[in-house]
């Protein structure tokens, strides 16, 4: 039976069956496991896309790999289509919707909103591990001259890796710490929100130092620009195609999106209009040597914010579920486990070493030098060392674009797996050790809301007003405390959330744009309703201490989100 089954060669069967794999292995291995407690579902994706790989299951499996992975289609062997074709597609269009949804969430004003403290831990976070990943990676490349990828300016090719090496021992996984946070129980805590606000600076530090490495790169150079010589002007080519880039988003796309935004446009005309965008402006950017992702963030992150977190319901799932694991598993492919090759695991020890020692040391004591306890600084550095998805599609860039070479990718994604997966457990080892004083800082936590105006809407019609908290409200109020004041809420029907559009703001990295609705039932009946439930990384309401995605609020309630609480009023 086997053997009639591998002799069926169909394209559209084997890339179904593929799907299978990717997405349904994962799931049933987080689920059926129970590896949920331990590990984020990204985590498996990872880790399953490289079992699927040639040097594991190629390995226990040659005939089956084959058969799925290394063969090319009988029909369509004049073209030179593999069976796996299917895959590097639709890899490529996940990374680049991927990066567009980090865009999308990533905050424009990150630096501005940044406390002193988390902008000097961001960046120190940042630049201690880049500089001794640099300098180690500089110092092995002289050992090992097949760790680097093809040499690029002249004979400082290996600069450059040291440069790119010691950028990825600096990278952290936003959307990953995200999930670890809540599986810890510390997006609740004060530690939860200054993570948070480290890893948002450094995740706008790591594009913006991408954006200036790649266009270096001798295969962004030499064969995805209209130059094919490495010279200054190819460089700044690549540089101008971006600053072009977002100059189209700010004085073409945009202006049509907020036209037809005013014209009350269908959602699918909308969407449909963001993913032209998306793509066009990628093509831009990845024809000038910059690269497509590059394209997409600048979407994500400068389209009008109503149409940001439209895109950000929309596509979240699929990316995240369906489209992620054929990048993952496109990565397991090209990784190659050769365990006899020493420069692998030369390569994989130097860069845990660095990694996990200059993260720690570079967000440890600039946390404990702005007057936090020990014990927070400690459990902050061990967070900080999450780089789970975003190392590997910064890696897998690099690698494409001939930077580094087939140890050090194989070794940086042994490391990212590495990193991602101690990061839990050496941050219950803190809690436990420290107790609570791990989690709290030393000064009260200071939540901003406010109730932003709607211009298009009459002063009678407003969700509401901030009022002093001793003062007396006629129908409903969130009371916040007296820290912060109370909102008396005159709509009878509000989204509440973090970002600048929503009814009433909780400027707050706990909570999530577009968090939760409050909306009237009836007279004196109000319903809150978790807006979060169905995204692919939800944040947890509670009420009374019992977490709820949808609750009928009484007077006296209290709600929390993720740790920002209000008392609920009725007058």
């Excluded at 369906?322 to 020890?349: Q, R, S």
């Excluded at 002063?459 to 820290?483: C, H, I, R, Y």
């Excluded at 309703?529 to 947890?540: H, K, M």
Aim: hydrophobic residues 50%; neutral net charge; aromatic residues 10%.
């Amino acid at each position: 039976m086997w053997t009639q089954i591998l002799s069926f060669y169909d394209y559209k069967f084997l890339l179904l069956l593929q799907v299978l794999a990717v997405v349904g292995i994962p799931l049933v291995l987080w689920h059926y496991f129970n590896l949920r407690k331990a590990f984020p579902l990204a985590i498996i994706q990872i880790f399953v896309g490289i079992l699927l790989g040639g040097s594991i299951f190629g390995v226990i499996a040659p005939d089956a790999f084959k058969y799925l992975f290394g063969l090319s289609d009988p029909g369509n062997a004049k073209l030179g289509i593999t069976v796996n074709a299917g895959v590097t597609a639709l890899a490529q269009v996940a990374v680049v919707l991927f990066v567009f949804l980090a865009g999308c969430e990533a905050d424009r004003n990150v630096v501005q909103n940044a406390a002193g403290m988390i902008l000097k831990i961001g960046v120190t976070g940042v630049f201690t591990p880049w500089v001794l990943g640099s300098i180690a990676a500089f110092v092995i490349a002289g050992y090992y001259a097949n760790i680097t990828g093809s040499q690029v300016l002249g004979t400082r090719g290996d600069i450059l890796y040291a440069i790119a090496f010691g950028l990825c021992m600096a990278v952290t996984a936003l959307p990953v710490l995200v999930i670890v946070l809540r599986e810890l129980g510390f997006n609740s805590r004060p530690i939860g929100s200054v993570a948070l606000g480290v890893g948002g600076v450094d995740d706008g530090l790591l594009w913006l130092s991408l954006a200036i490495i790649l266009p270096l790169a001798p295969a962004g150079i030499a064969t995805t620009s209209l130059f094919n010589v490495v010279s200054l002007y190819a460089f700044l080519f690549a540089i101008g195609g971006g600053i072009l880039a977002i100059l189209i988003i700010l004085y073409a796309v945009n202006p049509l999106l907020e036209r037809l935004i005013a014209q009350n446009s269908p959602e699918r005309m909308l969407m449909s209009m963001v993913v032209l965008a998306i793509f066009g402006v990628g093509a831009l950017t990845e024809l000038t040597g910059l690269h497509a992702v590059f394209g997409a963030f600048f979407v994500g992150l400068l389209i009008p914010e109503k149409l940001r977190h439209m895109a950000q319901d929309r596509f979240d799932v699929p990316v995240s579920l369906l489209l992620l694991p054929f990048f993952f598993l496109a990565t397991g492919l090209k990784t190659k486990f050769e365990f006899g090759n020493p420069e692998l695991w030369y390569v994989f020890g130097i860069a845990m070493v660095v990694c996990v020692t200059g993260k720690f040391v570079g967000v440890t004591l600039p946390t404990y030098w702005s007057g936090q306890s020990l014990a927070f600084s400690i459990t902050l550095g061990t967070l900080m060392q999450c780089k789970g998805l975003m190392e590997i599609v910064v890696v897998t860039l690099l690698y494409e674009r001939g930077v580094f070479g087939q140890s050090t990718f194989t070794a940086l994604i042994l490391v990212a797996l590495v990193s991602t997966a101690i990061t839990v457990p050496l941050s219950n080892l803190a809690r436990w050790y420290f107790g609570e004083a791990a989690t709290q800082t030393r000064e009260e936590e200071k939540v901003d809301v406010s109730v932003p105006m709607a211009p298009d809407l009459p002063k009678a019609e407003q969700a509401g007003k901030v009022v002093d908290p001793s003062t007396k409200v006629e129908g409903v109020s969130l009371d916040f405390g007296n820290a912060i004041g109370k909102v008396a809420v005159t709509s009878p029907d509000v989204v509440i959330g973090r970002h600048k559009d929503d009814a009433i703001r909780v400027n707050d990295v706990r909570v999530s744009r577009g968090h939760a609705r409050l909306k009237q039932l009836a007279d004196g009946i109000y319903e809150l309703t978790n807006l979060t439930a169905t995204r692919s990384e939800p944040n947890p309401i509670t009420v009374n201490g019992v977490q709820q995605d949808r609750a009928i609020l009484k007077n006296g309630d209290s709600v929390s989100l993720n740790g920002v609480n209000f008392k609920f009023r009725t007058a």
